[in-house]
């Protein structure tokens, strides 16, 4: 009994598992939250890229109608 | 470098001294040092210091005289228009920062030599270790004004001018005051000084003064292009 | 173009953090004396890793920059320290929850790794206002440059100092109870690094490709001499 006592320290975590699991989980968590925070917000720009070619597009054909009443 | 250059760094650097307007701001800087002093002893409550409290409050009040000290006189030179002559003339640029620097580092050791002596008077039971403090200040104010000199160069052409040195100079500052801290604590010690690692935090700061001081050097060209 | 090549390193990246978590969890063996909450570390470090060399990334482009007067190397510079803080602020978030976890505090100012990187972490941060500042943009990228170059220099020296201000010499935790890191851990931690270094490169180039395209509908903006639609960044560098 003693001996195994004795090696307890060797094989016995910091915190019991179903505790350090939540730590674990946690920080695994915080990276995941941050990763998509950051796709989040490279969406948002993506979004505003697509409605300015959309208006620059619009304008650019709003411009070679005048031109082609122009020359006609 | 061409004798004649080198006759005009020397001519340029005694010129920066005294344009540099030392004398008016270091009783100010002094002054505050004094101050800071006295509200550290009702802060921490204590009459006397040794150690690390010694070296911890002698070290932020220093820092922090310097980066009030710094600001004052890069910033008045850039309003008084001085910075624009320097840049005309046809010097090296990498010969002005060493010109600043050593201008800057003589202030700070002039600050020095009144808030030291002070702090002893005020805090310390003994005078022994104040010696081999000298070597310690004069490390540090060199690597100090380095990286002073770069960051208030760059802070000079800014807006918010009076906030970026000491927001940016402070992280930059943290290994030369663990070094310094680690020297001086030492130094202070309540039974009379002792050199524990003296000489590793010496070369600490060697270290941190030759790093910086290449880099201003290398770089200071590509501040002043217009 | 920028966006070249993306898909393929974004695939390698999902691919290569698919299998560092799977061998975190299934085959890494438990540490000695931390146990489970180890595991952290296979997050923790690597991303600290990254993020340090992230820095020292920025402060090269820098040097080209200054170097070679294009624009496109302050762009370079200014994503790279930009990812490097965001990872920086993962690799703080994670070391304190590992400290609570460890020694009951949520910081704790023993591990000398974890109090150089909030150093480093406190001077980059300053960046961003630093560049907001500089109204003029060639002389706010040409300034970025100097202080990318300056930073880089001091992650090196500042690590050296804080370790050095440590008089006891804590555990590295990355050993068993022996002391030595079994193969197994080290093949899960390599895996992880390689993870964590595809996910910043991925990162860095997803944004480059951002800017690009936003540089591109501005380019044709100009072309056809259409109204410019609102503001631009103050700080973020363009890239066309």
């Known amino acids: 009994m003693l001996e195994l006592a004795a090696l307890l320290p060797l094989g016995a975590p910091a915190l019991p598992l179903d505790e350090a699991g939540k730590y674990v989980a946690g920080a695994y968590i915080v990276f995941v939250v941050l990763l998509v925070v950051y796709v989040a917000i490279m969406a948002a720009k993506l979004g505003r890229i697509e409605r300015e070619l959309r208006e620059v597009a619009s304008f650019a054909e709003q411009r070679k109608e005048e031109r082609e009443e122009v020359s006609a | 470098m061409t004798p004649s250059r080198t006759a005009f760094a020397a001519i340029l650097a005694k010129d920066l001294r005294s344009e540099l307007r030392t004398l008016q701001s270091l009783p100010a800087m002094a002054l505050f040092s004094v101050t800071t002093f006295v509200i550290f002893r009702f802060g921490l409550d204590r009459t006397s210091l040794s150690g690390s409290l010694a070296s911890g409050v002698l070290w932020a009040t220093l820092l922090f005289a310097a980066v009030l000290g710094i600001n004052r006189l890069f910033v008045a030179e850039r309003e008084e228009g001085g910075f624009d002559a320097i840049r005309l003339a046809p010097i090296d640029r990498s010969v002005l920062f060493a010109a600043k620097v050593s201008a800057l580092l003589v202030y700070l050791l002039a600050l020095e030599l009144v808030a030291v002596p002070i702090f002893a008077v005020f805090f310390l039971d003994g005078a022994g270790g104040l010696g081999p403090l000298v070597l310690v200040l004069l490390l540090t104010d060199l690597g100090l004004a380095a990286t002073g000199t770069l960051i208030s160069s760059m802070a000079v052409n800014s807006r918010a001018r009076d906030l970026l040195v000491p927001l940016v100079l402070l992280p930059l500052a943290v290994p030369l005051m663990i070094a310094a801290t680690g020297a001086t604590e030492p130094l202070l010690a309540l039974g009379g000084p002792s050199y524990d690692r003296f000489g590793t935090w010496l070369m600490v700061l060697g270290l941190y003064d030759l790093i910086f001081g290449l880099v201003g050097y290398a770089v200071f060209d590509f501040l002043l292009e217009d | ?240």
């Open chain 3, 1 to 240: 173009m920028y966006g070249k090549g993306l898909k393929p390193l974004s695939i390698a990246t999902v691919a290569m953090l698919a299998l560092s978590l799977s061998l975190v969890f299934f085959y890494a063996p438990l540490d000695g004396d931390q146990g489970f909450i180890q595991k952290i570390f296979y997050l923790h470090v690597p991303l600290a890793i990254v993020a340090l060399i992230g820095f020292v990334v920025g402060g090269v482009f820098a040097i080209a920059h200054l170097r070679t007067d294009n624009r496109k190397w302050d762009a370079y510079s200014y994503v790279s320290i930009h990812l490097s803080v965001i990872f920086g602020v993962a690799v703080l978030i994670t070391g304190s929850i590992w400290a609570k976890a460890s020694w009951g505090h949520w910081w704790v100012w023993d591990e000398p790794t974890l109090v150089s990187f909030l150093i480093v972490f406190l001077l980059y941060a300053t960046y961003y206002p630093f560049r907001y500042a500089i109204e003029d943009r060639d002389r706010q990228a040409r300034y970025a440059s100097v202080f990318a170059i300056t930073a880089g220099a001091f992650v090196p020296l500042n690590f050296m100092a804080v370790r050095m201000a440590q008089s006891l010499v804590h555990p590295r935790t990355f050993a068993t109870a022996e002391g030595g890191m079994p193969g197994e851990m080290m093949l899960t931690f390599l895996c992880s690094l390689v993870a964590m270094g595809l996910l910043w490169t991925t990162l860095v180039k997803f944004e480059l490709t951002a800017k690009s395209a936003s540089g591109q509908v501005k380019r044709l903006r100009r072309a056809l001499d259409a109204p410019v639609s609102g503001g631009s960044s103050r700080i973020a560098p363009e890239v066309s």
